[in-house]
């Protein structure tokens, strides 16, 4: 049930020290969670949902509320029609290894390395190499944190968009599971990137939550903004961007969020003064 000051450092790939008042594990019981959704009622509690950790930035040491931690786990491949039903807390990259070496099928070879779980990756429609997680997408189950109800929600339910969906645009959904037709390949731009060899040779590892901000447009990436800025290398502290990918922001596994969040805000005016664009997190911050 509901436990108390709780360690959650890491549910965070930064690793920064963080701490909630009040946590709970949601797996599969949906009587249970109503009670838990009582109790925030009651108590006038607000809530942190969470069914990934690699893209979260906790700016604080404490949480006063309660943190929903998913933890649900669970996978089904049908061989013959090509539809994956999977759990939100699997690992993107460890189905995509699954689905390539015991079905031989390489549709999602792109998401190997992809540091994400199926909630995350559907949430934010995470994507690499001209492959989103929107193209084969074909509905989800989730309980209406409002309504307080199973529902479906189809693809144009979603919403989909770049870096985005209707779940991490509300927040009113716990996402269950969600189900992809992999019989054929949708892209949208075609690439014959070699993304093992560019994910170990080009991105960095550890403490870090994958690209920072959401690249303004296709021919200026934040990567290359950020460089241009002479930001790449660049440390405050025990945080910084990148020398392999800048793009990737950074902690030497001592940095404090404040230390984070000051060199978010040093690029975004760096890049608003240089060049006019307002840059967005792609990561979710949580004050």
């Not at 037709?181 to 590892?205: A, C, G």
Request: proline share 1%; glycine share 2%; charged share 30%.
């Amino acid at each position: 049930m509901i436990k108390e000051n709780i360690d959650i450092t890491e549910l965070s790939n930064f690793h920064t020290k963080a701490k909630a008042k009040y946590f709970y594990e949601f797996n599969w019981n949906i009587k249970e969670l109503k009670q838990v959704l009582d109790f925030i009622k009651k108590n006038k509690l607000k809530k942190l949902v969470v069914w990934w950790w690699t893209n979260l930035l906790f700016a604080f040491d404490i949480f006063y509320w309660l943190v929903i931690k998913i933890n649900l786990f669970w996978y089904d491949y049908d061989e013959w029609k090509k539809i994956l039903k999977i759990a939100s807390w699997e690992k993107v990259s460890d189905i995509a290894e699954i689905l390539e070496k015991e079905y031989k099928n390489k549709l999602w070879h792109r998401f190997i390395w992809l540091p994400w779980t199926i909630g995350g990756a559907v949430s934010g429609n995470a994507g690499c190499f001209g492959l989103e997680t929107e193209n084969n997408f074909k509905q989800a189950e989730v309980f209406d944190l409002v309504d307080l109800k199973v529902k479906i929600l189809n693809k144009k339910d979603m919403e989909f968009a770049y870096r985005t969906s209707i779940l991490k645009q509300t927040w009113n959904y716990i996402l269950l599971n969600a189900y992809f037709d992999l019989s054929k390949k949708i892209e949208k731009y075609h690439s014959d990137v070699d993304n093992i060899e560019f994910r170990e040779k080009k991105q960095p590892k550890w403490y870090t939550c994958g690209s920072f901000f959401k690249n303004p447009s296709k021919e200026d990436s934040a990567w290359k903004l950020i460089e241009l800025s002479w930001l790449k290398w660049y440390k405050l502290w025990w945080a910084f961007f990148s020398e392999k990918h800048a793009n990737f922001l950074m902690s030497d596994g001592n940095a404090t969020y404040d230390d984070l969040l000051k060199l978010k805000d040093l690029a975004k005016q760096k890049i608003k003064e240089n060049y006019g664009y307002d840059l967005e997190e792609e990561i979710r911050i949580i004050y």
